[in-house]
């Protein structure tokens, strides 16, 4: 009975510590974040990069040490406490990425709507939205009125 009710605060206690632990470290490391620069998309590209590296990647591979050095360099950017610096290389990469925005853009709704196919007209890049399994139809983009074939 007795040392029941000792080891149940002893682990009161324990839980009180970590509770503490936490709200301690948070704050270190809010404290560490203040002033530096953070994520943003460039970071986000970088590490989706580091991990398809690294389960595509063979251990100890050339590919294998591109990714970590991806995943090194995402994180002294985040830490980085030169933003205007930091700023501009994702400027930079968001000016390198517009052009393929629409494909992305397609490819993800592709993904998740299985009801509709997602194409991208091939004059004015436009996303155009179709019913899917309707075999091979043409499609007249609504904005710039260009015909083309595709399977949906
Ligand atoms: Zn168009």
Known sequence: MM????SH????????YIIIIEVFMKEKLYRFMYGRYGNDALNICLLVLYVLLSLLSKRNSIVSYVGFGLFIFALYR???K????RRHENEMFLNLVKP???????????LTDKQRK?????SCKQVIRVPRHRGRIEIS???????F????
């Not at 983009?141 to 015909?147: A, F, G, L, S, Y």
């Not at 074939?149 to 949906?152: A, G, M, Q, T």
């Open 3 to 6: 040392k029941n009710l000792i």
């Open 9 to 16: 605060n002893r682990n009161k206690i324990i839980s009180y």
């Open 78 to 80: 985040s830490m980085s």
């Open 82 to 85: 030169n933003i205007y610096k």
């Open 100 to 110: 393929f925005k629409p494909y992305i853009n397609a490819t993800k709704r592709n």
């Open 118 to 122: 997602y194409f991208v007209c091939p």
């Open 141 to 147: 983009c609504p904005t710039c009125r260009t015909h």
């Open 149 to 152: 074939e595709r399977k949906s």
